[in-house]
């Protein structure tokens, strides 16, 4: 039996779920795959930082050491930043190595080079972990909606903006409250901004737009807004009324032309998201043969976000998926 072999970028929340996955569903991935899933090296920033690797794993703060090692099959990228995660990325395609991400900040930014790359050396890039965390998505849009004309597509894409807007609502709390209860309980980050300001989901539905239109709106033509202003008084009246503030992606196409909104929104009780709560994502799709399907569950974390990966593994790994419907950037 031949070995498949992995680097893994980055031993955060999502990469040490990635090695940890691999290891506990060793029996799956051979069965279906035919072959072992070998982690041949971790990339870290720290040295320091005690790991949880087995020792004949290369661990390295060099990305080079990885380049150079004989034979190696999958890059799986789990760090923070543009930079330099988009050069390690470029370097391994250009090595013959598929790649598997789950940073939406650069792919939002270099996706389609990225893809464009791949082609060019005949490997496969997987990037499910960008979009709702656990929830498959991607996959639905580019293996299981290719007839459907996609209308429209709405995101619950923040589990951090949901939780502090669920927290505000049933916990009667002020923002702020409900921001620190999100940082106590690793929700949020020191620094929230890309969260509550709209960012994440916004890098998260300019790849959903790419993958369901094959294209993005203008990035500057985007409504961002975050949920910074939604006030507890808010909350109450809307409440009172039998609605409920969800921040809500919403891509949809009209003719030729890609529309896209970031920002809360009042839903009743009929929206598929009225009852998506706390850290949930959930993703609408309306196509023209099927009408609507909502697909909810856990939009991040350790293990949901190891789960999106380790599915791209097996997408890379087959390889037979049609191309998805990527055309040129907007930007
Ligand atoms: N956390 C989630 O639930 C989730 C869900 C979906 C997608 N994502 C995305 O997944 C990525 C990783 O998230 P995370 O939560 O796992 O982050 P994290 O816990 O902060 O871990 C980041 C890891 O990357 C390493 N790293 C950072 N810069 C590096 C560099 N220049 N060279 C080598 N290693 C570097 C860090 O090394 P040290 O350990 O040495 O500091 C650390 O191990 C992010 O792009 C995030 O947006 C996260």
Request: proline share 3%; hydrophobic share 40%.
């Amino acid at each position: 039996m031949t070995v498949i072999k992995v680097a893994i970028l980055g031993f955060g929340t999502v990469g040490e779920g990635v090695y940890r996955t691999i290891q506990s569903h060793a029996e799956e991935l051979t069965a279906v795959l035919g072959k072992k899933v070998e982690v041949a090296a971790v990339l870290i920033k720290n040295k320091q930082k005690e790991r949880n690797v087995s020792e004949d794993v290369l661990l390295t703060t060099d990305f080079e050491d990885i380049l150079n090692m004989p034979e190696l099959d999958i890059v799986i990228e789990a760090i923070v930043d543009k930079d330099p995660t988009f050069s390690f990325l470029k370097k391994a395609i250009e090595r013959g190595c598929h790649i598997i991400t789950a940073n939406k900040e650069m792919f939002a930014h270099h996706g389609q080079e990225l893809l464009e790359l791949a082609e060019k050396n005949n490997v496969s890039v997987g990037f499910e972990a960008t979009v709702a965390g656990g929830i498959p998505v991607i996959q639905t849009f580019r293996q299981l909606l290719n007839i459907n004309r996609i209308q429209q597509v709405q995101g619950i894409l923040n589990g951090t903006s949901n939780f502090i807007l669920t927290e505000m609502r049933e916990g009667k709390q002020s923002f702020a409250e409900a921001l620190s209860l999100a940082q106590e309980n690793g929700f949020a980050e020191a620094d929230p901004t890309n969260d509550i300001e709209g960012y994440d989901a916004f890098y998260k539905a300019m790849i959903l737009s790419r993958i369901a239109f094959g294209e993005e709106p203008n990035w500057h033509d985007v409504e961002r807004e975050g949920i910074t202003a939604i006030t507890s008084e808010l909350i109450e009246k809307a409440e009172e009324l039998g609605l409920r503030y969800k921040h809500i992606a919403q891509i949809s196409k009209s003719g030729n032309q890609i529309k896209a909104t970031i920002k809360p929104v009042l839903v009743g009780k009929e929206h598929p998201f009225y009852h998506v709560e706390g850290v949930q994502n959930a993703v609408s799709v309306h196509s023209d043969i099927v009408g609507e399907i909502t697909l909810q569950g856990p939009g991040a974390g350790m293990f949901p976000t190891a789960s999106a990966i380790i599915e791209d593994l097996v997408y890379v790994c087959k390889n037979n998926a049609p191309a998805p419907r990527l055309t040129a950037l907007t930007t």
